[in-house]
């Protein structure tokens, strides 16, 4: 691990302690959310009725700096939920995405669909936050943590009723998957050197483990690439900057979707 990710962990191990300082797991486990029972992403992505698509919502980014500074989360999620998302990604990093807790929580209050809580998680304390802001799944990065991290992690999520998307960009991490992963997402991004490949989710699909939800993410940009990926055994797609890049991302989403129901996909 190296370069732009090196900093964002050592950053987010720095913003984790203050936080803890802050609010006790004990405060965030008497929010009225942390009682809440999960949706369940897995299941949304699994259905065949719906278009797998996880829409982000992201303001900006290390590689491309600011996509969308001038949309709301209310307005963006519940288009996104309108016409069809099966699930929502929230940024709620804020020094390198520009996101916030507030912004998950937004859009929890809005939409009544799974939401991906995206971020970098090294510390079962921001587990435990997720669950408090409304959050239905964590994303662990296999590319910052080690297979026992990995292991601790995803089992304290499950434990809390939350799903786990392992998100990995080459083969040997794939030796990171448990039992408590229910979902896999091939990154298409380098988070090295941000190049993207969209061919890293085709080639990669045939080694991700049976009964484990495909997911892939990073650089999808049109129906057509929707059509491969589910040729390849695809049930979800990550897609943010295609959107958020739009002046409006919910009518790019509409247009997107609307395309998409007019292509036959086996
Ligand atoms: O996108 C970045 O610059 C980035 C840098 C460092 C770590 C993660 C990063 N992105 C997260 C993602 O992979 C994407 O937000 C997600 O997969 C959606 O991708 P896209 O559709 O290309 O916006």
Redesign the pocket.
């Known amino acids: 691990m190296k370069n732009?990710?090196t900093e964002?962990v050592a950053h987010k191990h720095t913003e984790v302690a203050a936080r803890k300082q802050q609010r006790s797991v004990e405060e965030l486990e008497q929010v009225s959310w942390f009682k809440r029972t999960p949706l369940s992403l897995a299941q949304f992505l699994r259905d065949p009725e719906k278009t797998g698509i996880i829409a982000?919502f992201?303001r900006r980014?290390?590689?491309?700096g600011v996509i969308n500074g001038n949309v709301t989360v209310q307005d963006v999620t519940t288009a996104y939920t309108r016409y069809g998302a099966s699930g929502l990604s929230v940024l709620t990093d804020e020094k390198?995405f520009g996101g916030s807790s507030d912004d998950l929580q937004q859009a929890r209050a809005l939409n009544n669909i799974p939401i991906l809580r995206?971020d970098f998680v090294i510390d079962e304390y921001q587990i435990v936050e997720a669950k408090a802001i409304g959050a239905d799944v964590i994303l662990l990065i296999a590319e910052c943590l080690s297979k026992q991290e990995v292991a601790q992690l995803a089992a304290f999520a499950n434990n809390l009723g939350l799903e786990v998307l392992l998100e990995v960009h080459s083969g040997d991490q794939l030796d990171k998957v448990t039992d408590h992963i229910q979902m896999v997402g091939v990154?298409n991004?380098d988070?090295t050197t941000?190049k993207?490949d969209f061919n890293r989710s085709c080639e990669l699909a045939p080694q991700i483990p049976a009964g484990k939800c495909k997911v892939a993410?990073?650089?999808?940009s049109n129906t057509d690439a929707i059509v491969t990926l589910k040729q390849a055994g695809f049930q979800g797609f990550?897609?943010?900057?295609?959107f958020?890049k739009q002046e409006n991302p919910a009518r790019a989403f509409e247009h997107f979707v609307t395309e998409l129901a007019n292509k036959s996909v086996q």
Do not use: A, D
């Not at 980014?61 to 491309?64: A, D, E, I, M, Q």
């Not at 990550?238 to 295609?242: A, D, N, R, S, V």
């Open positions: 732009i990710l964002i982000e992201k980014s290390p590689s491309k390198y995206k990154n991004r988070l941000f993207v993410e990073s650089g999808i990550l897609i943010g900057e295609h958020m």
